[in-house]
């Protein structure tokens, strides 16, 4: 059993209304120093899979297919082994 813990963020050159959304409120709280902030998405999977290569594949696919939008985002993930007990 692996647990994939995925990472979604835009590219870089896709404008994030959130994120300066969130930069404006932290600045008006005080918080000055933050100059720029990027929301994305975290998300856990776990996988029931004994092969790494397999797990891995699998991951990647679901990333491209479903959790992370190609043509704006942008994904990485870890890939940790796990119990079966859990």
Do not use: W
């Amino acid at each position: 059993m692996f647990l994939a813990k995925v990472y979604v963020t835009l590219k870089p050159t896709v404008s994030d209304p959130q994120g300066q959304t969130v930069l404006a409120t932290l600045a008006n709280l005080g918080f000055d120093t933050a100059v720029d902030i990027r929301v994305g998405k975290y998300l856990e999977v776990h996988i029931d899979e004994t092969d790494r290569a397999e797990a891995d594949s699998l991951v990647y696919r679901m990333c491209q297919t479903l959790l992370a939008n190609p043509v704006i985002e942008e994904f990485r993930y870890e890939l940790e082994l796990t119990s079966e007990e859990e």
